[in-house]
């Protein structure tokens, strides 16, 4: 096995007021391959977006990263000067945003702020990122014509294929995308996703996926983790979280989602109330699959469905 | 559609249009093109649709929160547009309840839990004196799972699912006979969305009670549901049974949002060129697919409804027939680049 890509080593990520200092990523640990894809899974709240803000250095006050390393190939994310930082963003790792569409500026043509990334990271001639913006909106099936179209003349599936085609732009070994389709209508999320499948293979940069719908992470990760309250709870192969989940709160989110096909069986929910406090580190169940040892599996409860 | 006993809800030909725009840019938008909708004693309907489909719109026309442009709507064989010209009865404003989408702006703040489950029982005069008030109070909470404290709490102490649970009680605390639950899971973290739905589900066979149940998730359609309905532009294009319409689902629209499903146990690849080829007969239909078999003849000038098949039932609008051109936008735009749908 070659060295990871992302190598993010107990991480932890407070946010500091005066009243109160609340823990939002605690002691948290994964790598990403390159060309792999790296789903995490949790609810809102859970930090899955602290996670990627801070492995881009976003995070600004009362945020504090708090301990733990990253490192992007071989390089310590966390003692990269301003400057440095200029140079990491967007060339080695890109983000999309959860509202992705909306982060688009309304009153520049869609090719301007293409060309913006062109000239500004690689000093490249207009006419030259021009041309590149072209073949960007190629790669992502929008007909070269709408370079001169404003974000609103477009549809918000369209907006999100600029948007990811843009994140692409300077081929970063890595994506981050933060719930890139929660905000489309389902016809438009599945073609997004398999727009991004299709990148992914022809580019080969590795994704740090990030969302809450379990059955779309599971068709598109190699692996993945699942979060809670701050802590990862489970990680392995996906298929292998698919088939099955042992925390009860992986399995809990996999009920969530009713199977398509099969006969209707009654799932369970997590109970009403029902919180887990102090959750153990990983122990591993086979070398792949690493699990949160809870004792108490009567937390799926039906009782209070 | 079965005829056996009379539907708690019938509407037929249920139109409403919203007038948009200022005094020189007046337009209209068919957010209801004439809907036929029956629901049965106890029976849970789904009815699924991409946003923009006028879902919403339909839910708040049986609850009197629109008023319909035309139709007309019977409830319990009364019809209700008749009875109640304007402003809608006391007793069919119990006997129809609604749960929102958004348990956070759907609950005031500044009152105790106990308060939004005394008023509607005092209003509607289900309870008389202060020991039956509490004790059906209580037996309210228990209904959907939450513990009696939960009277004492305000909003903010409660969960989204919990929140979501009070908003159930509080519909239930006039014994309505239909709830029209418009997403009601779709804001809740999502461990706790099954345990929802379970609730509804067990409403319904306890009590009798019938629902519309509002979605754009197939999967929890199909998990919930008796039948589902699909909706596009302001019309329905498919129903039925619910296990058979997402077995065989024959219209275009249909199969393009099952398509959409992610499905981690999906065995064929998605195929964009089959997808591309759906939208296209969705928007510009060539012609119906069902006119050869199909006991009704097909028509240019009104949508027919072909029965595929009567146990378990299952009919599709006439293939012939397209979107209005006054519907709303809907996100099927056909792609730009159409090569390959075209040589297909």
Avoid at chain 1, 46 to 52: H, L, M
Wanted: net charge negative; proline share 6%; charged share 25%.
């Amino acid at each position: 096995m070659t060295a990871p890509l992302l190598e993010v080593q107990d991480l932890s990520v407070e946010y500091v007021t005066e009243a109160r200092t609340v823990r939002a990523v605690d002691r948290v640990s994964f790598s990403i391959a390159e060309r792999e894809v790296f789903g995490l899974a949790g609810e809102s709240g859970c930090g899955k977006s602290t996670i990627a803000n801070a492995v881009l250095r976003l995070l600004r006050d009362p945020a504090l990263i708090s301990g733990g390393s990253i490192r992007f190939a071989g390089t310590d994310v966390l003692a990269l000067s301003t400057d440095e930082l200029r140079e990491f963003r967007w060339r080695q790792v890109a983000m999309v945003f959860q509202s992705a569409m909306n982060s688009l500026n309304p009153v520049m043509t869609i090719g301007d702020q293409i060309v913006d990334i062109f000239t500004t990271h690689e000093r490249a001639t207009k006419k030259a990122a021009f041309a590149r913006a072209g073949d960007l909106l190629d790669l992502v099936g929008i007909p070269r014509d709408r370079l001169r179209s404003y974000p609103h003349q477009l549809s918000g599936g369209m907006r999100q294929r600029v948007v990811i085609a843009m994140a692409t732009a300077l081929r970063p070994p890595l994506l981050i995308m933060d719930e890139p389709t929660t905000a489309l209508d389902v016809v438009v999320q599945q073609e997004i996703m398999a727009q991004i499948k299709d990148l992914q293979r022809e580019l080969g940069f590795a994704i740090l996926f990030i969302t809450h719908d379990m059955s779309l992470m599971v068709e598109l990760s190699d692996r993945m983790a699942v979060m809670y309250a701050g802590r990862f709870v489970e990680t392995a192969p996906a298929g292998e979280i698919f088939d099955s989940p042992r925390h009860p709160y992986t399995q809990a989110l996999m009920n969530a989602f009713p199977p398509m096909s099969g006969p209707r069986t009654r799932l369970k929910g997590l109970g009403e109330g029902v919180r887990f406090r102090d959750i153990p580190d990983l122990a591993p169940v086979t070398p792949t699959h690493w699990v949160a040892p809870s004792d108490d599996d009567s937390l799926i409860t039906e009782a209070l469905s | 559609m079965t005829a056996s006993e009379t539907p708690v809800l019938s509407t037929r030909g249920l139109e409403k249009t919203f007038t948009i725009g200022g005094a020189f840019s007046r337009s209209h938008v068919r957010a209801l093109g004439g809907v036929d909708l029956d629901i049965a004693h106890g029976e849970i309907v789904a009815l699924v649709g991409e946003s923009g489909s006028g879902k919403s719109t339909l839910a708040r026309c049986i609850a009197r929160l629109e008023q319909p442009s035309g139709g007309t709507f019977l409830f319990e064989g009364q019809d209700i547009m008749a009875t109640s010209k304007r402003r809608a009865t006391r007793e069919y404003r119990s006997a129809v309840q609604m749960i929102f989408q958004d348990p956070f702006g759907s609950l005031n703040p500044v009152h105790r839990i106990g308060h939004f489950l005394e008023r509607p029982l005092r209003i509607h005069g289900a309870a008389a004196g202060r020991a039956e008030m509490e004790r059906a109070k209580l037996r309210l909470l228990e209904k959907v799972g939450l513990p009696a404290e939960m009277l004492e709490r305000y909003p903010h102490e409660l969960s989204g699912g919990q929140r979501q649970r009070i908003a159930i009680a509080r519909a239930l605390a006039v014994n309505p006979r239909l709830m029209l639950a418009d997403e009601p899971t779709s804001m809740l973290d999502v461990s706790v969305r099954i345990g929802v739905l379970n609730l509804m589900r067990s409403l319904c066979e306890e009590q009798g009670i019938s629902m519309l149940y509002i979605t754009h998730d197939l999967a929890s359609a199909r998990y919930l549901a008796d039948r589902i309905v699909v909706m596009f532009a302001g019309e329905f294009v498919e129903g039925g049974d619910a296990m058979e319409l997402l077995a065989n689902p024959a219209h275009p629209y249909t199969r393009l949002l099952i398509s959409a499903v992610p499905d981690p146990k999906r065995t064929e690849p998605f195929d964009p060129v089959e997808r591309a080829l759906l939208r296209r007969e969705v928007l510009t239909p060539t012609g119906c697919p069902w006119a050869e078999t199909a006991a009704e003849p097909c028509s240019d000038e009104v949508a027919v409804f072909h029965r595929l098949s009567e146990q378990p039932e299952h009919w599709v609008r006439c293939g012939r027939y397209a979107p209005s051109a006054d519907a709303p936008g809907t996100s099927l735009e056909l792609p730009e680049d159409d090569e390959e749908t075209r040589t297909a």
